[in-house]
T-cell receptor
Framework: DAGVIQSPRHEVTEMGQEVTLRCKLI?????LFWYRQTMMRGLELLIYFNNNVPIDDSGMPEDRFSAKMPNASFSTLKIQPSEPRDSAVYFC?????????????FGPGTRLTVL | DQQVKQNSPSLSVQEGRISILNCDYT??????FLWYKKYPAEGPTFLIS?????DKNEDGRFTVFLNKSAKHLSLHIVPSQPGDSAVYFC????????????FGQGTILTVHP
């Protein structure tokens, strides 16, 4: 089975440019989480969806960040305009919300560098 | 407000010995605790979990202990192997319907041959 798929794996862009990160969930999963990892803040949750509906976006740092789930298996995280302080590794994770520990399965991440 | 804390940024252990990774939390509403392992250039992978109504869960070389009164959990790896060298994150799951996890900062474990 394919795991969570993220693209691109690496992104280098200049300040002010729009950046779009993509994530494909594991088939059958109904929850989607976007995280950001930095040295200063560790692994922080940005936003999560359940059944395509955004449940909690309190971790989204600013209005420059937006996330969507156009369908049940795919999500995008957009940063417009990007800034150097957005440089980080961005992970998405999916899970099946059906009881138990709700194990989240992470993608390999996108390393974003904003110059 | 950091609800989950891993106060040791790094830990170095000799192969074959025990590794003990610690985690403290403040949110008494967490109903599950999970440990994830992360290798460089990869996403975190689930390792082991424990329900808040348990005090111990064991899976092979990995055991997680939960002390609710102290709001403390620990991960024991016995015996430690060089392949265990990675960053370990503990996380608490909030008592909501949607499985939100709050992660600690992570501890870098290095197991020397």
């Amino acid at each position: 089975d394919a795991g969570v798929i993220q693209s691109p794996r690496h992104e280098v862009t200049e300040m002010g440019q729009e950046v779009t990160l993509r994530c494909k969930l594991i088939s059958g999963h109904n929850s989607l989480f976007w995280y950001r990892q930095t040295m200063m803040r560790g692994l922080e949750l940005l936003i999560y969806f359940n059944n395509n509906v955004p449940i909690d976006d309190s971790g989204m740092p600013e209005d420059r960040f937006s996330a969507k789930m156009p369908n049940a298996s795919f999500s995008t995280l957009k940063i417009q305009p990007s800034e150097p302080r957005d440089s980080a590794v961005y992970f998405c994770a999916s899970s099946f919300r059906g009881g138990g520990g709700d194990t989240q399965y992470f993608g390999p991440g996108t390393r974003l560098t904003v110059l | 407000d950091q609800q989950v804390k891993q106060n040791s940024p790094s830990l170095s252990v000799q192969e074959g010995r025990i590794s003990i990774l610690n985690c403290d939390y403040t949110n008494s509403m967490f109903d599950y605790f999970l440990w994830y392992k992360k290798y460089p250039a990869e996403g975190p992978t689930f390792l082991i979990s424990i329900s808040s109504i348990k005090d111990k869960n064991e899976d092979g070389r990995f055991t997680v202990f939960l002390n609710k009164s102290a709001k403390h959990l620990s991960l024991h790896i016995v015996p430690s192997q060089p392949g265990d060298s990675a960053v370990y994150f503990c996380a608490g799951r909030g008592g909501t319907s949607y499985g939100k996890l709050t992660f600690g900062q992570g501890t870098i474990l290095t197991v020397h041959p």
